[in-house]
């Protein structure tokens, strides 16, 4: 497996599209202006914490293989709350055009494991590659969104908590990797 297919496997991991599908309403599809606004606005979060990883860490004054043990923590909280719930952090009302930023953007897409995933990889392989890897996890998860309107729920539901446990697969080689590069 290639190093940007594995990127991208990490961050499907730690978006977790079936999850953010399982979050959207059960009863109505989701406007799709609503869930482009909230992909994009998910998408700048991921991309603006990938390209000042390196500042964002030096800010904090805190080496990219410390960070890179926080990050497999968060990961691994996010993928035992995925393999718990079967679903995204938050399952409340989307009204209007708000509930792209709010829950969309934050946390159903823009997850703390994403977000810390993009920090780490970001300072670790560079933005290009960890952008376009968060990018196609985001693009996934609002197609997904968009196609459910309700359906398919035990199977969205099987493939979040088993997403969940990629996750902490992935949190647990974070974690190794940092303890062993510290």
């Known amino acids: 497996m290639t190093d940007f297919l594995q990127l991208c496997v990490y961050f499907l991991a730690a978006v977790n599209p079936a999850a953010a599908a399982m979050a ?9 202006p609503v869930v482009a606004l ?14 000042l ?4 860490l030096d800010g904090l004054d805190v080496e990219p293989e ?15 709350l995925a393999i718990w719930t079967g679903g995204a952090a938050h399952s409340g009302p989307w009204e209007g055009w708000k509930a792209g930023l709010f829950p969309l953007a934050v946390p159903v897409l823009a997850t703390p494991a994403a977000l810390a995933a993009a920090v780490s990889y970001g300072a670790d392989r560079g933005a ?3 952008t376009a890897s968060a990018g196609i996890a985001v693009l996934v998860a609002g197609g997904l969104i968009i196609a459910r ?8 539901d099987a493939i979040a908590r088993l ?3 990629l996750l902490i697969a992935v949190a647990a080689g974070l974690i190794v990797d940092g303890v062993r590069a510290i």
């Open 66 to 80: 410390t960070f890179r043990v926080a990050a497999g923590v968060v990961l691994l909280i996010g993928g035992g």
């Open 38 to 51: 909230g992909a994009a606005v998910a998408f700048g979060l991921l991309a603006a914490a990938t390209m």
């Open 24 to 32: 959207a309403p059960r009863d109505k599809r989701p406007d799709f």
């Open 53 to 56: 990883a390196d500042s964002f």
């Open 163 to 165: 997403t969940g446990a």
């Open 128 to 130: 290009g590659e960890a």
């Open 149 to 156: 309107a309700g359906r398919s729920e035990s199977a969205l």
